[in-house]
């Protein structure tokens, strides 16, 4: 009788045990399918539901638009563009701060104040610059390597557009990147470079095949991040260009609050939900651990 009770107690204990940590989970989950799942639901359904029933208009009614196209266009080129330049920024920056320089903490903080700055504070900071009587065009027409200035802004000149928001979005997020990368750096064991030196091999050859190997976890986490970011970018280029140079996420605001049509804004946010989902699924895909393939 009492090996049966003890018996009976002990997969009592076990049974609490191993519940324990989703009731633990149980507040985040809740609190998370409120904030994130709800509205989720709710934008697929205004996206494939019309007076009828389920419908596809919403969505030929998007992809009829040109804007749309130009703006998927624009913003994946945006990625591709921004998101290598501010990793390989970043991780620079992180040797160097590895490298530990006179006033490296004055450096780290100069190099992310851009953090503490908004997305449309940033755009119309650049706006200033950039502008037909800005501060770049003043300093090269005093300069005499032009007469008027360069019209960067004008509807007419999509390359200079797009070279303003590059520039924009590499001063206002690449401080992200960095502390993440820096993060990521600081973590790696010194033995492992020490080492590396001792047995001859160069600067380049340690950080091919013992930095950055090491680094692949913060790496992945900054690119699915930087790219989730990017894929959202709005402002900024709202600031700068308006809708001469059409973004996704400007596009869902246009047809939410300009053409008052939630439904096709919703069918422009879940293809950013796709995108932003497929994006992440390569990084994690492409630099996983080679333990991890089997």
Do not use: C
């Not at 389920?54 to 563009?81: E, K, S």
């Not at 920056?93 to 006179?102: E, N, S």
């Not at 692949?216 to 700068?240: E, G």
């Amino acid at each position: 009788m009492a090996e049966q009770t003890a018996t009976r107690v002990s997969r009592q204990s076990r049974r609490r045990i191993t519940s324990s940590p989703w009731l633990l989970l149980a507040p985040s989950i809740v609190l998370l399918a409120l904030l994130f799942g709800w509205p989720l639901v709710q934008g697929v359904l205004s996206a494939f539901s019309g007076d009828s029933g389920l419908t596809l208009g919403h969505w030929q009614r998007l992809f009829a638009d040109p804007y749309f196209l130009q703006a998927l266009r624009n913003t994946l080129l945006l990625i591709v563009v921004v998101v290598p330049i501010q990793l390989v920024l970043a991780l620079v920056m992180a040797l160097l701060m590895q490298a530990r320089p006179r006033f490296s903490g004055t450096h780290f903080y100069l190099w992310t104040i851009p953090l503490a700055v908004s997305e449309l504070a940033a755009g119309l900071v650049w706006l200033s610059v950039f502008a037909d009587r800005g501060y770049l065009n003043s300093f090269l027409v005093n300069l005499g390597l032009s007469e008027s200035g360069v019209q960067w802004l004008n509807y007419d000149n999509t390359l200079t557009m797009f070279i303003t928001v590059v520039v924009a979005e590499l001063w206002r997020a690449t401080s992200l990147v960095f502390v993440i990368v820096v993060a990521g750096v600081q973590m790696i064991p010194k033995d492992y470079d020490e080492a590396a030196q001792v047995f001859g091999a160069s600067m380049w050859q340690r950080l091919w095949h013992v930095t950055l190997p090491l680094l692949r976890p913060s790496l992945q986490v900054a690119l699915i991040l930087r790219t989730i970011l990017a894929l959202q970018a709005f402002a900024v280029a709202q600031a700068l260009t308006g809708r001469n140079f059409p973004l996704l996420v400007g596009e869902t605001y246009e047809w939410y609050v300009n053409l008052q049509n939630p439904a096709v804004a919703s069918a422009a946010a879940l293809v950013v939900l796709a995108l932003s989902l497929g994006t992440s699924l390569a990084y994690l895909r492409a630099m996983r651990q080679p333990d991890a393939t089997g």
